[in-house]
Nanobody, 120 residues
């Protein structure tokens, strides 16, 4: 059973930094496009940033210049470096990935979510 495991959330003051990590548990063949989404209370889940297998990135306008998405293919791990955090960045952050299983199937998985809280 493959799962996406996230870590790195927490409480930080405005202007501070956090780094989120996401990696699959279990055996897989490869990871295709990966991304971070976030959902604030009462709001929809929105894309924060995504990264292709080749390293091409895409960011929401609200985080451009402050967040950096990256991946380590050798470790099958994706990161989100979040700097200059603002209270409006407060949300549950979810990892998302297209996973090529050892069976050959390509499935999309979500992580369990990690809380990021930015105090004024």
């Amino acid at each position: 059973q493959v799962q996406l495991v996230e870590s790195g959330g927490g409480l930080v003051q405005a202007g501070g930094s956090l780094r989120l990590s996401c990696a699959p548990s279990g055996s897989i063949l490869s990871l295709n496009v990966m991304g971070w989404y976030r959902q604030a209370p009462g709001k929809q889940r929105d894309l924060v940033a995504s990264i292709t297998r080749g390293g091409a990135t895409n960011y929401a306008d609200s985080v451009k210049g402050r967040f950096i998405i990256s991946r380590d293919s050798a470790k099958n791990t994706m990161y989100l470096q979040m700097d200059s955090l603002k209270p409006e960045d407060t949300a549950v952050y979810y990892c998302n990935a297209e996973v090529r299983l050892t069976s050959g199937r390509l499935l999309t998985y979500w992580g369990q979510g990690t809380q990021v809280t930015v105090s004024p």
